[in-house]
């Protein structure tokens, strides 16, 4: 099955961006959709986004949309989250998974270590 180690993330300050990477090994990241989800301290995991199979579609929940965007280096088998503009409560332990399509959290069974994202000033 798939397996990813998510990277990037640290402490940024309100307005601020950096960027996510989702390492894939096991098997061709450009055969499957990537999807992020967070964990926000004290809060249950959310699905955020999603990158179809061949890029055909982006989706994006309404809290991150228009400031965060997605991409893959299909060469490197690694995939992105761009946060722009976080927030405060873009603080959380973010989290991406591969799928044959986009999916939902219960889907998932197999999570990477996930990437602290801290939004703080």
């Known amino acids: 099955q798939a397996q990813v180690v998510e990277s990037g993330g640290g402490l940024v300050q309100p307005g601020g961006s950096l960027r996510l990477s989702c390492a894939a090994s096991?098997?061709?990241?450009?055969?499957?959709?990537i999807a992020w989800f967070r964990q926000a301290p004290g809060k249950e995991r959310e699905g955020i986004s999603c990158l179809t199979r061949g890029d055909i579609s982006t989706y994006f929940v309404g809290s991150v949309k228009d400031r965060f965007t997605m991409s893959r280096d299909n060469a490197n088998n690694t995939g992105y989250l761009q946060m722009n503009s976080v927030k405060p409560e873009d603080t959380a332990v973010y989290y991406c998974?591969?799928?044959?399509?986009?999916?939902?959290?219960?889907?998932?069974?197999?999570w990477g270590p996930g990437a602290q994202v801290t939004v703080s000033s």
């Open positions: 998974a591969i799928h044959s399509t986009c999916p939902i959290i219960a889907t998932i069974k197999n």
């Open positions: 096991g098997f061709s990241l450009k055969y499957y959709a």
